[in-house]
């Protein structure tokens, strides 16, 4: 395995069982909120699936922009931190946007 990380809460506690992709393969963390696997050569971006237990990251120039990734460069190790909420949700909406 050449490619792994660390997902843990802001207090440095694991998360386990989130999944994460290079976009070819995914894995699921461990219970030390470890996850590795083989980078595909043609792999741009590591992501992960946000758990319902946490909120999801935005970057800090926007409100509203996801940021539940990380650009691949020449490292081999990329950690995620997300923030725990205090009740899982459970109440959604989809809201579907097309270009006819």
């Known amino acids: 395995m050449d490619f792994y990380g660390l997902v843990a809460d802001v207090d440095g506690n ?12 995914c894995v699921v963390t461990g219970e030390d909120g470890v996850y590795q696997m083989n980078k595909n050569e043609d792999a741009e971006f ?7 237990s946490c909120a999801i990251a935005t970057e800090s120039s926007s409100n509203s922009m996801a940021h539940f990734y990380s650009e691949i460069g020449e490292d ?6 997300l923030e725990k909420m205090d009740a899982i949700e459970e109440d959604f909406t989809l809201v579907g946007i097309g270009d006819p």
């Open 76 to 81: 081999q190790r990329y950690d995620f931190e």
């Open 14 to 25: 694991p998360i386990e069982g989130v999944v994460v992709s290079g976009g070819y393969a």
């Open 46 to 52: 590591v992501f992960y699936s946000t758990p319902a």
